[in-house]
């Protein structure tokens, strides 16, 4: 889907360090995610307290996991619609695991494990068969989810062992859990992978234009394979910690979170289109979408109204720069 | 006869025989000629819903929101019909496809005049559509008794023995056959699919088209959504919830490449058919339909991998490149 139309203009003035920050999109998006944040506390009586904020960060810490692999992956030019899918066959491993008596240590390895090899499968398909991406992982989603379904049906796997269901529901400290933690610690480490590393470098690079990554010596496709062996992983991760949270696995469990993933990283600032985007951005808007969901919960807003919320948000939040240019560009 | 061999439809046809072979060998009454006309009706939602995915997807679009589209305008004119009973009901499905025709022109003109990519834009609609859904109905279901017995009838009347339902799929298929190979738009679809920077020299407007591909899908998308709710008797915030993948599944199969520019009426409808071969085989062989999402996954996957050999462009390969085809 690359757009003819989607020509960069070079400056003839480079705006200041300061003035590109202040207009940058990370600065959109906080002053969103702070009005958000107002309006909250506002709205309802219940939401400035330590344990409300904390409640806040179990709506959307699994799936910002997985939107730190997916931005790079989307950098990259590809996309990953299994992530939901790979949740549920982890899910469904770790349940067979725990029938045979595996404890808490090795359900989360085979946890991990499952996406790891789901996520190499996508990447194999990818870049070994040079197929599309997203109709590779449309086909993966369902079967993914497919055997799923096939090993549990209409039944579930309860009975988790107490020590597993820390990853989902224990703390760290205080109000702060550890599914929080672990998502700060994640975000760091993908901060430095993508910004800091010649390996982000590179994702860039292909993102922009895969042609001239590979004549400058970029391994394009080995990139890209582990691009999606880590969207794979985290998706493991993301499993263990809400199979941990809900204690117990069904075939449709997480059902539609590949949408709700895509939305955290394109509100956070990456172009769907690949090149462009920062981790900071996905973390803003990971904790805009929680804030919105959760905010709304507390007024007794339904779910499915919340995501007309987050739809429009979606829409808005990338429009309105566009509008912005087209009417300074029409007053010049 | 080398020729016809050619075409990746006249595979999947050959298929699709082979699929309905095979289970016949298991039992018999599935090749009855009354059987298979059954096994139509039942895939003509998806395969009406598939021409209009497929123009979309000829212009290096996608949309998801069209089972969205579906749900929500399903759910307008089925309260219509449970509030105003005498309403009549053709007039009620043409005011569906008019219903469906504005919400895909919302999102052609996000793409068209914002030029924002297509998956956001419908990404977005998806969830806002469906949300929609659930304001207008409160949540409530509209049930088979609160519709008039015309609402669910029309798309059961039988003509020559068959559903109308099934002779509406038929149409469609000839009327985009029409549009896609007869038409000065069907030839811009491709067009712009295939090179949309030479399509913009040939004089046509890029973004326009996309539109037109928007809107055109939506119709489909909102006469569907009477269509499903007359043929499932119930109006929910929940019908043909997921079901935009299976739509894209389909055309994928039939051999649409997401890339844009390569793709037929006959395939998309193929593509369909294969899938409602599928659902429909599995009871009569009892395997557990708990199976036919991990069988169809798998179908996209094989039908990706065989299309992909076809597309490839035979070239002069300088560096031993990877990813450059897509970008």
Same mark, same amino acid.
């Given at each position: 889907?690359?757009?003819?139309?989607?020509?960069?203009?070079?400056?003839?003035?480079?705006?200041?360090?300061?003035?590109?920050?202040?207009?940058?999109?990370?600065? +959109?998006?906080?002053?969103?995610?702070?009005?958000?944040?107002?309006?909250?506390?506002?709205?309802?009586?219940?939401?400035?307290?330590?344990?409300?904020?904390?409640?806040?960060?179990?709506?959307?810490?699994?799936?910002?996991?997985?939107?730190?692999?997916?931005? @790079?992956?989307?950098?990259?030019?590809?996309?990953?619609?299994?992530?939901?899918?790979?949740?549920?066959?982890?899910?469904?491993?770790?349940? +067979?695991?725990?029938?045979?008596?595996?404890?808490?240590?090795? @359900?989360?390895?085979?946890?991990?494990?499952?996406?790891?090899?789901?996520?190499?499968?996508?990447?194999?398909?990818?870049?070994?068969?040079?197929?599309?991406?997203?109709?590779?992982?449309?086909?993966?989603?369902?079967?993914?989810?497919?055997?799923?379904?096939?090993?549990?049906?209409?039944?579930?796997?309860?009975?988790?062992?107490?020590?597993?269901?820390?990853?989902?529901?224990?703390?760290?400290?205080?109000?702060?859990?550890?599914?929080?933690?672990?998502?700060?610690?994640?975000?760091?480490?993908?901060?430095?992978?993508?910004?800091?590393?010649?390996?982000?470098?590179?994702?860039?690079?292909?993102?922009?234009?895969?042609?001239?990554?590979?004549?400058?010596?970029?391994?394009?496709?080995?990139?890209?394979?582990?691009?999606?062996?880590?969207?794979?992983?985290?998706?493991?991760?993301?499993?263990?910690?809400?199979?941990?949270?809900?204690?117990?696995?069904?075939?449709?469990?997480?059902?539609?979170?590949?949408?709700?993933?895509?939305?955290?990283?394109?509100?956070?600032?990456?172009?769907?289109?690949?090149?462009?985007?920062?981790?900071?951005?996905?973390?803003?808007?990971?904790?805009?979408?929680?804030?919105?969901?959760?905010?709304?919960?507390?007024?007794?807003?339904?779910?499915?109204?919340?995501?007309?919320?987050?739809?429009?948000?979606?829409?808005?939040?990338?429009?309105?720069?566009?509008?912005?240019?087209? +009417?300074?560009?029409?007053?010049? | 006869?080398?020729?016809?061999?050619?075409?990746?439809?006249?595979?999947?046809?050959?298929?699709?025989?082979?699929?309905?072979?095979?289970?016949?060998?298991?039992?018999?009454?599935?090749?009855?000629?009354?059987?298979?006309?059954?096994?139509?009706?039942?895939?003509?939602?998806?395969?009406?819903?598939?021409?209009?995915?497929?123009?979309?997807?000829?212009?290096?679009?996608?949309?998801?929101?069209?089972?969205?589209?579906?749900?929500?305008?399903?759910?307008?004119?089925?309260?219509?019909?449970?509030?105003?009973?005498?309403?009549?009901?053709?007039?009620?499905?043409?005011?569906?496809?008019?219903?469906?025709?504005?919400?895909?022109?919302?999102?052609?003109?996000?793409?068209?005049?914002?030029?924002?990519?297509?998956?956001?834009?419908?990404?977005?609609?998806?969830?806002?559509?469906?949300?929609?859904?659930?304001?207008?109905?409160?949540?409530?279901?509209?049930?088979?008794?609160?519709?008039?017995?015309?609402?669910?009838?029309?798309?059961?009347?039988?003509?020559?023995?068959?559903?109308?339902?099934?002779?509406?799929?038929?149409?469609?298929?000839?009327?985009?056959?029409?549009?896609?190979?007869?038409?000065?738009?069907?030839?811009?679809?491709?067009?712009?699919?295939?090179?949309?920077?030479?399509?913009?020299?040939?004089?046509?407007?890029?973004?326009?088209?996309?539109?037109?591909?928007?809107?055109?899908?939506?119709?489909?998308?909102?006469?569907?959504?009477?269509?499903?709710?007359?043929?499932?008797?119930?109006?929910?915030?929940?019908?043909?919830?997921?079901?935009?993948?299976?739509?894209?599944?389909?055309?994928?199969?039939?051999?649409?490449?997401?890339?844009?520019?390569?793709?037929?009426?006959?395939?998309?409808?193929?593509?369909?058919?294969?899938?409602?071969?599928?659902?429909?085989?599995?009871?009569?062989?009892?395997?557990?339909?708990?199976?036919?999402?991990?069988?169809?996954?798998?179908?996209?996957?094989?039908?990706?991998?065989?299309?992909?050999?076809?597309?490839?462009?035979?070239?002069?390969?300088?560096?031993?490149?990877?990813?450059?085809?897509?970008?």
């Amino acid at each position: 889907m690359n757009e003819v139309r989607n020509v960069r203009h070079i400056p003839d003035r480079l705006d200041n360090p300061l003035r590109s920050a202040i207009f940058s999109w990370e600065a +959109l998006l906080i002053v969103v995610a702070v009005a958000i944040f107002l309006a909250n506390s506002f709205a309802s009586p219940y939401f400035l307290n330590a344990w409300s904020l904390s409640d806040l960060t179990f709506n959307f810490t699994e799936k910002a996991l997985i939107a730190l692999a997916m931005a @790079l992956l989307i950098i990259s030019g590809e996309i990953d619609l299994s992530v939901a899918a790979i949740i549920a066959l982890a899910s469904t491993t770790m349940g +067979l695991a725990l029938q045979a008596g595996v404890d808490t240590p090795g @359900l989360v390895a085979i946890g991990i494990l499952t996406g790891l090899v789901c996520g190499a499968f996508n990447g194999f398909l990818v870049t070994a068969l040079k197929l599309p991406s997203i109709v590779v992982t449309i086909g993966t989603m369902s079967l993914f989810r497919g055997i799923s379904f096939i090993i549990l049906g209409d039944q579930a796997f309860k009975g988790y062992p107490e020590s597993f269901a820390f990853f989902g529901q224990g703390y760290v400290w205080w109000v702060v859990s550890f599914e929080l933690v672990l998502f700060l610690v994640c975000a760091v480490i993908y901060y430095f992978l993508l910004h800091r590393t010649n390996f982000g470098r590179r994702v860039f690079a292909i993102g922009n234009n895969p042609v001239a990554a590979q004549f400058s010596g970029v391994r394009v496709a080995r990139i890209k394979f582990v691009l999606f062996c880590l969207t794979g992983l985290m998706s493991g991760i993301a499993s263990v910690l809400l199979t941990s949270r809900l204690g117990s696995t069904r075939p449709s469990i997480a059902q539609g979170w590949e949408l709700e993933v895509i939305t955290m990283v394109v509100l956070g600032g990456v172009n769907i289109l690949g090149g462009s985007g920062s981790i900071l951005g996905v973390v803003i808007a990971a904790f805009i979408m929680g804030l919105v969901t959760f905010g709304l919960g507390l007024l007794n807003v339904p779910g499915i109204v919340m995501s007309i919320f987050i739809g429009a948000l979606l829409i808005l939040v990338i429009a309105l720069p566009i509008v912005y240019g087209m +009417l300074r560009r029409s007053r010049a | 006869m080398k020729s016809l061999l050619r075409y990746r439809e006249i595979w999947l046809l050959a298929a699709i025989v082979a699929l309905i072979v095979a289970v016949a060998f298991r039992r018999p009454s599935y090749a009855s000629f009354g059987n298979l006309l059954d096994v139509f009706n039942n895939t003509s939602l998806l395969l009406i819903l598939a021409m209009g995915q497929m123009v979309v997807i000829l212009t290096r679009s996608i949309d998801l929101s069209m089972a969205a589209n579906l749900a929500l305008t399903g759910m307008i004119v089925a309260m219509i019909n449970a509030a105003f009973p005498a309403f009549p009901v053709p007039l009620l499905m043409i005011l569906a496809a008019l219903i469906g025709l504005g919400l895909g022109a919302f999102n052609g003109l996000l793409v068209w005049k914002l030029n924002i990519p297509a998956i956001v834009v419908t990404l977005g609609t998806l969830t806002i559509y469906r949300g929609t859904t659930f304001l207008v109905s409160g949540g409530k279901w509209v049930n088979a008794d609160q519709m008039s017995p015309d609402f669910i009838g029309l798309t059961r009347y039988l003509i020559v023995g068959q559903p109308l339902l099934s002779w509406l799929a038929l149409v469609i298929i000839v009327v985009f056959v029409v549009l896609m190979t007869r038409t000065n738009i069907g030839r811009a679809f491709y067009a712009i699919g295939i090179n949309p920077t030479a399509a913009v020299y040939a004089g046509i407007d890029v973004g326009r088209t996309k539109f037109i591909a928007f809107a055109i899908s939506g119709a489909i998308a909102g006469l569907c959504g009477y269509l499903w709710v007359s043929r499932y008797v119930i109006a929910s915030v929940e019908i043909a919830n997921g079901y935009e993948l299976n739509i894209i599944a389909a055309c994928v199969i039939g051999g649409v490449s997401i890339a844009g520019g390569i793709g037929t009426v006959a395939g998309a409808a193929l593509g369909a058919l294969f899938l409602g071969v599928i659902n429909s085989a599995l009871p009569v062989i009892n395997i557990s339909p708990f199976w036919q999402m991990a069988i169809s996954g798998a179908a996209i996957i094989l039908a990706v991998i065989f299309n992909a050999r076809s597309e490839r462009k035979h070239g002069r390969i300088i560096l031993k490149s990877q990813e450059v085809g897509h970008g």
